[in-house]
């Protein structure tokens, strides 16, 4: 019964009964880890808020810890600003190393003006990542140069792969270039968000300790709220981990549906 079902799916998919099979498992694989990724967002969304309801023992807003940490590096010229609804549904709290500025949650998960443990932590681990690249840190420079496409590339990837089976059945009736195409951009795309997310877990690492750093030499937070911060930013280094693996498995799945794809059409040829 087995047999038959890979025969069947195979011939379905137009290829051999190994790679029918090594695609339909990988499928699976990135709609588990798929779940995964959304338990440990959920996870970090609660050490978020339950630490954004502890306050702060040195009574700083993460705008005033940012700006502080900042200005004890010498880097007056970097911004601290409030996120706009918008800026802060895409980005949260980011780094923008074009426009030099810092932009905290003021609406969603609010940090700006709150005086707890993560508008703090938020605050000097968001100057951390501006003092790397302020110091030329490369991984962090590339990190945040390339974090846009980490953000919209895997978005974009269905609809640039739909819109080339699209134009093929309307332009040539059948799959073809156009999918083809689709399939190579939308790739680029998975590639380009592969190596934002590989780069976000060392990135995020270095920051986290810069920011203890600075806390703790700054006196900006108790050994106990460090402890809670550490919890904090662990939760999204699990996160950022398991957005790899699902990363990494979407590029494999596209590997072997590229491989699909052209074993097809070399076979109608």
Sequence with gaps: MMN???????ESLGTSDGL??????????VIVMAVVCLVLEIRVWFRYHRANKMPIACTMTGLDAARFVLDKA????????????????????YYNVFTKTIYLRSWLGKVDNKRTVTSVALGVQKAALAKLCEEGDRQTLLRNRLSIIAIFGPLLFLPVLILGVVLDFVLLQQLGMYSLIGLALGGLLAVAGFIVT???????????RLALQLMEEYGLATGKELKTMQKVYGAYIASYVAQFILQMLRLIQWVLELVIKLGGKNNKD
């Design 198 to 208: 590989l780069l976000n877990i060392p990135v995020e690492k270095k920051a986290n």
């Design 4 to 10: 038959e079902w890979i025969t069947e799916l195979a």
């Design 74 to 93: 010498g880097l007056q010229h970097v911004r601290v600003r409030k996120a706009g609804i918008l800026r802060e549904a895409v980005f949260g709290n």
């Design 20 to 29: 029918a099979v090594a695609y339909v498992f990988v499928s699976f694989l």
